[in-house]
């Protein structure tokens, strides 16, 4: 996923119902229920994640050596529609994998050395740690090139009509403080600048290489995203985020430099294609994209994920299924509204790829881990782990939020009446401790405003905790008017 969202979580962290929209198969897939074949019970536990997490479509596939062996497809499209496998979604971080599979093309092609430093490629990166550090092209494949989470935060998910442009995006990175070199430090600013490599090195528009070098050998092509023209082209509708509990399809921008760190998508039967590339060397029928050897590199993992047994590669995490000890090379991703996964198992030689229309930031586990880990361990032909628990961090954050906000509101209200009584006589001056009350909810109205501000910027916030950022702004301007509203009844009051 853009990195962003891990380290936004974590920024978020402080701040403290619907049903699912209706999931009618629009495939022929077994019933739920009707079976207990393997792909029965996936089917039947993608109906119990989309009624736990009000997932409104979903869309997944087993893929092996030969294609898909098997797909289903769920609920209603941001318009309304039947899912189905020529849906069109985001893939998020997803996206991450498939730019590092171009860049090793390149590399295969001499184009690119993995062990030059950024600086070669990318001038305006030069001052970016100044003498102590000089990061590498493969620093930046396995996020341990010294890049701080935080540096994605004005860089990333920018839509518009600039959003193509990666020289200012590359310049506010190289003037990021830099944190600590070699070890991983998952932010989408590292695949920023490899998209700005790509280009810079093949001589073409990025959607362009990425078409020419990975999607349409892979037989990606014409139903990948690439761009916001082709999100429109495709039919790419908005994604659902929740606004106080409820998914709303409000999700729906595109950054078109975004495509090589998280705003890549296409329909279920690309993302299929592309782990059909994974699972067989990097070749496509008689089409060698990627040498093997490269790609057996770039599933390898070698720098320890922190606060996980997984450890990076080029592109890829590597890891065991939790209660099963089955080998796993996987990426999770999403976007405001999108959320998508891959999860190889290299000795089964298959792999599931889910593709999602709803996205939370706060929801995160329940959203992508529940459900990926979940339909790995079916197709390991093993026992579902636990789900996790649904998470009260997002309806504490946005229902204090909006109850502050609107104690505040009705705080206004009625300081604005007592102001009007004292002009009439008709109110004794308000008491010393209700002011104080009211000065200490609307100061830390006013501070977690400014805090969320400053942390993690008003575009960052509002693109991924749109509800939570409204009910916390609306607070913070309201804190002041209340106890200010009581301080001038006091003074009319000592007065009079």
């Known amino acids: 996923m853009p990195g962003t969202p891990k380290a936004l979580t974590a920024a978020t962290a402080t701040l403290l119902a ?82 590092a599979t171009a860049v090793l093309v390149l590399a295969d092609e001499g184009r690119i050395e ?30 341990s090139a010294g890049i701080r989470p935080e540096a994605a935060y004005e860089v990333s998910d920018v839509y518009g009509a600039h959003s193509a442009e990666f020289g200012p995006r590359v310049e506010r990175i190289a003037a990021s403080a830099p944190g600590p070199y070699g070890e991983h430090a998952y932010s989408s600013a590292n695949y920023l600048l490899l ?31 690439t761009s916001a023209e082709e999100a429109r082209d495709l039919g790419l509708e908005a994604g659902h985020q929740p606004l106080w509990g409820v998914p709303a399809p409000i999700a729906d921008g595109v950054d078109d430099a975004g ?69 796993a090379v996987y990426h999770f991703g999403a976007t405001p509204g999108h959320s998508a996964l891959v999860i ?40 579902p782990p636990e789900r996790p628990g649904a998470s009260l961090l997002y309806p504490a954050a946005v229902w204090g939020a909006t109850a502050a906000a609107l104690a505040l509101a009705a705080g206004t209200v009625l300081g604005v009446r007592m102001n009007l009584a004292r002009r009439l006589a008709a109110r004794p001056r308000p008491r010393l401790g209700g002011t104080l009350a009211w000065a200490l909810i609307g100061g830390a109205a006013v501070a977690t405003a400014g805090w969320l501000l400053l942390s993690v910027g008003p575009h960052m916030a509002m693109t991924w905790l749109p509800d939570i950022t409204v009910a916390v702004l609306v607070a913070g301007a309201l804190g002041v008017f209340p106890a200010l509203l009581r301080v001038i009844a006091a003074r009319r009051g000592r007065t009079r």
């Open 18 to 99: 619907a049903t699912v929209t209706a999931t009618t198969p629009a495939l022929a897939a077994p019933t739920p229920g009707s079976g207990d074949t393997p792909y029965a019970r996936m089917d039947a536990y993608v109906h119990e994640h989309m009624a736990a997490v009000d997932a409104p479509g979903l869309a997944y596939a087993v893929v092996g050596p030969d294609g898909v062996e098997h797909r289903s497809a769920f609920g209603e499209d941001g318009a309304g529609e039947p899912v189905t496998e020529h849906t069109p979604f985001l893939w998020g971080s997803v996206a991450k994998p498939v730019t």
């Open 114 to 143: 993995l062990d030059a430093p950024v600086r070669r490629y990318l001038p305006a990166f030069g001052e970016f740690g100044g003498d102590e550090i000089d990061p590498t092209v493969r620093d930046l494949l396995t996020q």
């Open 195 to 225: 998209g700005a490599i790509i280009e810079e090195r093949s001589g073409q528009d990025l959607s362009a290489f990425l078409h020419d070098a990975v999607l349409d050998p892979a037989g990606m092509g014409e139903t990948a995203i």
């Open 259 to 327: 495509v090589s760190y998280g705003y890549l998508g296409g329909d279920l039967t690309a993302l299929s294609s592309f782990a059909e590339l994974q699972l067989n060397g990097g070749r496509v029928g008689g089409t060698q994209v990627i040498e093997e050897d490269t790609l057996a590199e770039a599933h390898t993992g070698v720098r320890p994920v922190p606060g996980s047994a997984s450890r990076y590669g080029l592109g890829w995490r590597e890891g065991e299924l939790p209660g099963t000890g089955t080998p």
């Open 344 to 383: 190889m198992l290299p000795e089964r030689e298959r792999a599931v790829v889910v593709l999602q229309n709803a996205y939370s930031l706060l929801q995160d586990a329940q959203l992508l881990e529940g459900v990926g880990l979940g339909m790995a361990a079916l197709l390991a032909e093993g026992d």
